[in-house]
């Protein structure tokens, strides 16, 4: 069975920073396409980074140069540095896998507050 577990979140002032991680289990890590979506109050899910396999990485327009995603395969755990956060950061943040065979699993999500 596989599990995401996200941990990291939390209430940070605005220019503050927060690292969320996401532990995988029950899958090939490795092989997989990981990415961190988001959903602020009221608002649709969106993508906020990705990265392959391979380690190329894709972001959101909204936090390039703010917000990094990285993978340590070894640990089987993909992660998100967030500096510089900002109140409209604020939202749920969602890990998320999509495997070789085009399965898709998600995280049970972790809070990000920011406060003004």
């Known amino acids: 069975q596989v599990q995401l577990v996200e941990s990291g979140g939390g209430l940070v002032q605005a220019g503050g920073s927060l690292r969320l991680s996401c532990a995988a289990s029950g899958i090939r890590f490795s092989s997989n396409y990981m990415a961190w979506y988001r959903q602020p109050p009221g608002k649709q899910r969106e993508l906020v980074a990705g990265i392959t396999s391979g380690g190329t990485t894709n972001y959101a327009d909204s936090i390039k140069g703010r917000f990094t995603i990285s993978r340590d395969n070894a640990k089987n755990t993909v992660y998100l540095q967030m500096n510089g956060l900002k109140p409209e950061d604020t939202a749920v943040y969602f890990c998320?896998?999509?495997?070789?065979?085009?399965?898709?699993?998600w995280g049970q999500g972790t809070q990000v507050t920011v406060s003004s």
């Open positions: 998320y896998l999509r495997g070789m065979l085009g399965s898709t699993y």
